[in-house]
């Protein structure tokens, strides 16, 4: 039996240059070895983000999804459109939400990884303007999404099942000591969210240690 290969946006938190250690690089690298397509795009001015700019980024990379070879997603018989997003890009993605950008709705599933609370993007200048200020209450995610934190993250000390659960309907996955799941944590390899971009099912685990 062959199996479609799905399209994968990958999006980056800030100050994140796309190393080659970090997890999603790994999982890009892997996902591409599998004949799936993978967007992973530099999003403008990691280190001082402007979220009109990120949104518009955003924007052009769906509508990437749904180009070219392999799979034809959006297509009958196509393969899935599936989002990862760390940190920073979750409150991006809600922000996208929040704004109904186009291309939201022609994707499949979602994956939500350690967001920052309002409170400390509050705390950096430079980011504090993707602060959403309760704004994810009552918002209605368009498709199936997971939530995945560690139980212990210092960006989000108010603890993500309280801050982006509950107000978004979803159970957050915690992980034990995985704190902002980043390279600080040791997830240069992650092989959990590998398992679940290729099966949405899949149970996610901290990564083994070494």
Known sequence: MTTTP???LVLHGWQNHRPEAHWQHWLADRLTGLGHRVVYPQLPDPDDPVLGEWLGELERHLAELGEGEPGKPGEP????????AHSLSVVLWLHAVARDLPGLADVDRVLLVAPPSDSVLARYPEVAGFARSGESYGLVLPQPTRLVAGD??????????TVYGDPLGLTAELLPGA???DLDAGYG???????WCLDPDTKFATRPQR
């Open 189 to 195: 390899s992650w092989p959990s969210v590998l398992d």
């Open 152 to 161: 212990d993250d210092p960006y989000c000390p108010e603890g993500v099942q």
């Open 6 to 8: 799905r399209s994968y």
């Open 77 to 84: 018989g196509g393969g899935e459109r599936v989002v990862v």
């Open 179 to 181: 704190v902002h799941l």
